[in-house]
Structures are given as structure tokens and as C-alpha cells.
């Protein structure tokens, strides 16, 4: 309020040049924060009506008093309103789309001015599957994306949250092995066989431990192979089968702030 007020006086009471003045003044604000660290914020989901399709969004500001800010989470939803109907590929498209008279980008240079902190979209995701079924942790600061494929009509929402609270605790790199990278399999054989060799173990059966710790590794880091948190003796494959035969993901997008 003292702001706008001070650019009004500014502008001598011309409106226009008022919010030109405030607006300046969020760039000036922007540049002189760009070395914060947005480590509070929001994530914000979509869906669209027949489940097929989501969009997930991270908002990042500075202190976790900005986060609950009423204005704060208007812009995250504008953001996502934004995105949901200009459809961009990237962060940098989502902020070049228009908003209101102005650029989304340039509305977020004013909420920075207004508001006082740095403000980024820390990310933008869009998931497409059968059924995309949408789950935001506690606090907001964490949202999952879980696409499942071989519903066939049943009702899957449970079994699809279920899945979305496991990749939200446990973070998996991939949905099964064979989506990990042949990169990472590479850096965790090489890790195996000089773990191996620092125990003294003979050269010749070197890669033969180091597969073993490849393969436990994937048991544990990917979505289907690890343990269900709600039952261990489940893999989240078997819980999935056991919902309804030919169950699955096809893929996840897990967005975290902080």
C-alpha cells in the first residue's frame, strides 16, 4: 500500500505511470535478489477432466511467510491457469505467455516489487497417461504426478495415491530398471567393483559383486522394484497387480521446493 502510494506521489498522481514506476521498481528488486535462494514456496497441480493429462508447477519465494501469503498463492495459481490454457514446452514459454496486459514474466518482476522477495518458477512439469492421478504432500512444498497405465475403467485413485505418497518419500530415480541410464548403471558398477576391491576381494569376480550391487541398487531406487512403505513384503508392482491385473506406471513427475 505505502508503494503504490509512493508512486502515485511520484507519478504525480498519474495512474499509468504509477504502475510503470512499480514496475521498474520490481525489476530493480528482482536484479538486486537474484542471488537468493528460493528455498520456500508452493507446488500447484492440474488435472484435466477426464485424467489424462496434468500439469504440476513449483513457486519458489524466500521465507516461509511469503509461502502463506495470500498473493503468493494467487500467483502460483495464475501461473498454473496460465500454463493450462497457453500450453507452453518450457519455463521460459510459460513466461513469455501473455497475462493480463503484460508478460506472465514481467507480472512476476511486479509481484517481486510488490512483495519483496525473489520469486522463480522453480519448475514446470506435464504428464500424460491413462490415468494421471495428482497428490501434494503436507505443507505444499512437495507435489507428485503418477500416470498408471491398465486400469481399464476400474477405479484407481487409491492404489494411484498410494503410489504418489511412495515417490513422494522415497524419491525413486526411475520407474523400473530398465528406464535407469546406462550412464548411472555405469557410475553404480564402478562404484561396486571399488567397494569390492577395498575389501580385499580377488580381481577376477570383481564385476560379478559389483552386478550384485547394481542390482540391489535398482531394487531399491526404482518405483516397481522397491518395497511398498505400506507393506514391505510387497514390491509396488505386486501392490499394483494385486489392485487390478495389468496395473502399472508409465511414468512420474515428482516436484520438490527447498
Known amino acids: ?22 514496475r521498474k521498481t520490481g525489476q530493480k528488486v528482482s536484479a538486486s535478489r537474484a542471488d537468493r535462494k528460493t528455498t520456500e514456496g508452493v507446488v500447484v497441480t492440474y488435472t484435466n477432466d477426464d485424467g489424462s493429462e496434468a500439469i ?15 498473493e503468493f498463492e ?20 510459460l513466461k513469455a505467455a501473455s497475462f493480463s496486459d503484460v ?41 507428485v504426478l503418477v500416470a498408471l ?28 530398471g530398465d528406464s535407469v541410464s546406462q550412464d548411472v548403471i555405469s557410475k553404480e558398477m564402478e562404484i561396486g567393483r571399488e567397494q569390492a576391491r577395498l575389501e580385499g576381494k580377488p580381481e577376477n569376480i570383481l564385476d560379478k559383486i559389483a552386478q550384485g550391487k547394481v542390482n540391489k541398487f535398482l531394487r531399491e531406487n526404482t518405483l516397481l522394484n522397491m518395497s511398498f512403505v505400506k507393506n514391505n513384503k510387497q514390491t509396488i508392482s505386486q501392490y499394483l497387480t494385486e ?5 502399472t506406471v508409465s511414468d512420474f513427475k515428482r516436484v520438490s521446493i527447498g
Not at 514446470?124 to 490415468?131: A, M, N, S
Not at 489392485?243 to 496395473?247: F, Q, R
Open 149 to 176: 497405465e491398465g486400469a481399464n475403467g476400474t477405479e484407481v485413485s487409491d492404489a494411484g495415491k498410494d503410489v504418489a505418497m511412495q515417490i513422494a518419500a522415497m524419491n525413486p530415480i526411475a520407474v523400473s
Open 56 to 70: 504440476i508447477i513449483g513457486l519458489g519465494c524466500e521465507t516461509d511467510f511469503v509461502a502463506k501469503n495470500e
Open 243 to 247: 489392485v487390478h491385473n495389468g496395473l
Open 103 to 143: 508478460t506472465l514474466g514481467e507480472h512476476i518482476i511486479e509481484m517481486v516489487g510488490k512483495i519483496g522477495e525473489k520469486l522463480e518458477i522453480t519448475a514446470y512439469e506435464v504428464l500424460k497417461g491413462e490415468k494421471v492421478i495428482p497428490y501434494i504432500h503436507a505443507g505444499s512444498k512437495l507435489g
Open 1 to 22: 500500500m505505502m508503494d503504490c502510494k509512493k508512486a502515485l506521489v511520484e507519478a504525480d498522481g498519474d495512474f499509468d505511470k504509477a504502475i510503470e514506476l512499480l
Open 74 to 93: 494467487k500467483l502460483a495459481n495464475d501461473i498454473l491457469s496460465t500454463a493450462v490454457s497457453e500450453k507452453p514446452s518450457t519455463i521460459e514459454e
